[in-house]
């Protein structure tokens, strides 16, 4: 599933102009057509695509791993989830004549210039919302990573309000909005805490370093424009700064240990056992 730095990503090519296209930023939209109606999960899929048309694009912004798309009268949101994806081409051929959509293509967005935005989404998991204010979907999401008021005072202070282990906690997006199993692994490493230690055991300084770390990773992973894993998310390079995330039987970059798979909370988790020792 794309994290925090992909769905970033996404959204500067959104907005800006990249890999996966143009930028949409105050295109009109004259079309909206839904080829599987469960991708979108508020409204209804005719009421979606009506309620589209005529809309102009005025921002693109992240929410935790929802892409935030402004228009004058409503909100889009995506969520990518296991295999979306969005991309922005022509609808026309080099000869003139309508491209055809690719195999798992679910919702099209055509605008007045020609262009088109795709949501691509092969396993189905994905979802799209269509509302007055982003608020009503994403309102439930905790704090972002990089929030001005998110400092180490109050991220100990959220630690120390739950018992749960480290991994399951972080990943929970309304304890933090964006992190996912690779970040969170590369970040409880570059901590030197195990993602099993308890939230409430931590002390100020492991607190300040964890939030430092999160922020750190984070900033890796956008500068490098995601990590690229498998088929779903592809043009990242910070798969190849891991130091731990996918890398069983491998030396530690820091002590030479072999770095382990664990499953906490569910979760595939990779590790460092001397780096990461869990204190009882």
């Known amino acids: 599933m794309p994290e925090l ?3 970033e990503t996404i959204v500067r090519s959104l907005r800006d102009g990249g890999q996966f296209g143009p930028p949409i930023l105050g295109r009109r939209i004259t079309g909206a057509d839904v080829f599987w109606k469960r991708t979108i999960a508020v409204p209804e899929a005719d009421i979606f695509c009506a309620e589209l048309v005529g809309q102009e694009v005025l921002s693109v912004g992240r929410r935790g791993k929802n892409i935030l798309i402004h228009l004058k009268d409503a909100d889009l949101l995506f969520h990518l989830r296991m ?3 969005l991309r922005v081409e022509s609808m026309y051929n080099e000869d003139g004549y309508v491209a055809p959509f690719a195999p798992h293509d679910r919702v099209v967005l055509s605008f007045s210039d020609g262009f088109r935005l795709v949501f691509n989404n092969p396993r189905k998991f994905g979802r799209a919302w269509l509302v007055k204010n982003a608020k009503e979907i994403v309102g439930h999401l905790g704090p972002e990573p990089f929030s001005e008021v998110l400092d180490a005072p109050r991220f100990l202070a ?16 309304a304890f933090l909005a964006g992190m996912g199993n690779i970040y969170t692994d ?3 490493f570059l901590a030197r805490l195990h993602p099993r230690t308890l939230s409430n055991m931590l002390n100020f300084n492991e607190a300040k370093r964890l ?3 999160i922020r750190e990773v984070l900033e890796k992973g956008i500068r490098a424009n995601g990590a690229s894993i498998d088929w779903v998310y592809r043009g990242g ?3 190849n700064d891991f130091n731990v995330y996918q890398r069983t039987g491998e030396a530690c970059v ?3 240990t072999m770095i382990e798979r664990l499953v906490v909370g569910q ?3 990779h590790i460092c056992p001397i780096c990461q020792s869990l204190c009882e």
Do not use: I, Y
Not at 158 to 173: A, D, E, F, G, T
């Open 83 to 85: 295999s979306g994806e």
């Open 186 to 188: 590369e970040a409880l």
């Open 267 to 269: 979760r595939g988790t």
């Open 211 to 213: 939030l430092e770390a």
């Open 237 to 239: 390079e910070f798969q």
């Open 5 to 7: 730095p992909e769905v």
């Open 254 to 256: 820091q002590c030479g």
């Open 158 to 173: 959220m630690l120390h309000k739950h018992h749960r282990q480290l991994k399951p906690l972080l990943m929970n997006q």
